[in-house]
């Protein structure tokens, strides 16, 4: 069977790839931290991969409790 995750390659990077190779399957990220990533970077990215997608990827996002 063929790797379908490779170490050190970032989700958002990952979706974008599979954004490109496929045209019909919904794209979901893992729970990304909000807080550990700047918010203008996620929103960009975000925003980059639904665009290369056609409106097919969904963002998972938590943020911390205090």
């Given at each position: ?51 290369v997608s056609g409106g097919r990827f969904t963002l998972?996002v938590s943020y911390p409790?205090?």
């Amino acid at each position: 069977m063929d790797r379908i995750a490779y170490l050190g390659v970032m989700d958002t990077v990952a979706l974008a790839a599979a954004a490109g190779a496929t045209s019909r399957i919904g794209l979901l990220s893992t729970v990304l931290l909000g807080a550990v990533w700047p918010a203008a970077l996620l929103a960009k990215e975000a925003a980059s991969i639904d665009g290369v997608s056609g409106g097919r990827f969904t963002l998972g996002v938590s943020y911390p409790f205090s």
